[in-house]
Nanobody, 118 residues
C-alpha cells in the first residue's frame, strides 16, 4: 500500500490550498482517512479525520477553515484549507487505515509542506 500526497506550497496568510492524498495497492477497503501535521519544533497532531463511523473530527484550531473530504471511488482524501494562518505552517501527512483480510493496517504518506507567510 502506498500513499502519495500533494498540494502543499507557499501561500500568503488568508490564502487557500487543497491537499490531496491517493491510496494505491492491494487491500479490501479503506476505513479511517485523515490528515495530520507537524510544525517546526512541534509534535505531530491531528488536523482532520474521518472516523470509522463516518463522521469527521477536526482540531479546534482549524474548525471553520479546513474541510476534509474523500472520494471512495478514487481512494483519495482531500483537505481544503482556507483562511490560512502562519501558524498553519507545517508538513502535512495523510494517514489511512486499510483492511486486508481480517487485519487492519495503518499507513502514512510522505508529507507535503505547507508554508504560510505573514
Amino acid at each position: 500500500v502506498q500513499l502519495q500526497a500533494w498540494g502543499g506550497g507557499l501561500v500568503q496568510a488568508g490564502g487557500s490550498l487543497r491537499l490531496s492524498c491517493v491510496v494505491s495497492g492491494t487491500f479490501f477497503s479503506i476505513n479511517d482517512m485523515g490528515w495530520y501535521r507537524q510544525g517546526p519544533g512541534k509534535q505531530r497532531e491531528l488536523v482532520a479525520a474521518f472516523t470509522s463511523g463516518g463522521s469527521t473530527n477536526y482540531a479546534d484550531s482549524v474548525k471553520g477553515r479546513f474541510t476534509i473530504s474523500r472520494d471512495n471511488a478514487k481512494n483519495t482524501v482531500y483537505l481544503q484549507m482556507n483562511s490560512l494562518k502562519p501558524e498553519d505552517t507545517a508538513v502535512y501527512y495523510c494517514n489511512v487505515t486499510v483492511v486486508a483480510g481480517v487485519l487492519e493496517f495503518a499507513y502514512w504518506g510522505q508529507g507535503t509542506l505547507v508554508t504560510v507567510s505573514s
